[in-house]
């Protein structure tokens, strides 16, 4: 089994930066893309960032492309998701997920792609 951890979610006036975290363990298991999605109220959880593991080529939805960065430490199995200059609009719950492998009839943008979830961390943009 597969365990994803985030951290680094919080409250931060508009303008302002928060980097999320999400650290991947467990027992046998590759990965092969992590991603990050976010919810809120009333919507769908929607794709935000993605990266690949072996290559880090990056992902991105319009949104944040230019403002969030996403990296990951492939000894510490861990992923990051740097957010600058935030808007009130970024409120959500920040999911972390891993994919072990390429999917046929599937891509990263979708949560499908994905086989397993973090617990999720709150942030909240004031404006």
């Known amino acids: 089994q597969v365990q994803l951890v985030e951290s680094g979610g919080g409250l931060v006036q508009a303008g302002g930066s928060l980097r999320l975290s999400c650290a991947a363990s467990?027992?046998?298991?590759?990965?092969?893309?992590m991603g990050w999605f976010r919810r809120t109220p009333g919507k769908e959880r929607e794709f935000v960032a993605a990266i690949s593991w072996s290559t880090g080529n990056t992902y991105y939805a319009d949104s944040v492309k230019g403002r969030f960065t996403i990296s990951r430490d492939t000894p510490k199995m861990t992923m990051y998701l740097q957010m600058n200059s935030l808007k009130p609009e970024d409120t959500a719950v920040y999911y972390c997920?891993?994919?072990?492998?390429?999917?046929?009839?599937?891509?990263?943008?979708?949560?499908?792609?994905?086989?397993?979830w973090g617990q999720g961390t709150q942030v909240t943009v004031s404006s």
């Open positions: 467990g027992r046998a298991f590759s990965i092969y893309t």
């Open positions: 997920a891993l994919g072990v492998r390429l999917k046929i009839g599937t891509t990263l943008y979708v949560e499908r792609w994905y086989d397993y």
